[in-house]
Nanobody, 116 residues
Framework: QVQLVESGGGLVQPGGSLRLSCAAS????????MNWYRQAPGKERELVAA????????NYADSVKGRFTISRDNAKNTVYLQMNSLKPEDTAIYYC?????????WGQGTQVTVSS
């Protein structure tokens, strides 16, 4: 049984930071590229950041470049999203996703709210 469990969301003031974690089980984690998506109310889900299976390659949405950093620890089967300089428009539910060869698995999401 595949499980992706996100944690680390919460309420933060503009300019603050949060670190999201996604712990995976039931898959050979080190084989899977990993992704963070987000979905704000009334908007479509969008890709925020992606990392290759070995961690050597990363990609970011233009809206988060320079503020967010994706990383992974294959020994811990965990992917992270460090979010700095948060803005109100970063408010969304954040999901991690594992994709490989047509298979994809999603976590349940963690709420991030940026508000003063």
């Amino acid at each position: 049984q595949v499980q992706l469990v996100e944690s680390g969301g919460g309420l933060v003031q503009p300019g603050g930071s949060l670190r999201l974690s996604c712990a995976a089980s039931g898959i050979r984690f080190s084989m899977y590229p990993m992704n963070w998506y987000r979905q704000a109310p009334g908007k479509e889900r969008e890709l925020v950041a992606a990392i290759s299976n070995g961690g050597g390659s990363t990609n970011y949405a233009d809206s988060v470049k320079g503020r967010f950093t994706i990383s992974r620890d294959n020994a811990k089967n965990t992917v992270y999203l460090q979010m700095n300089s948060l803005k109100p428009e970063d408010t969304a539910i954040y999901y991690c996703c594992a994709k490989l060869a047509g298979a994809q698995y999603w976590g349940q999401g963690t709420q991030v709210t940026v508000s003063s």
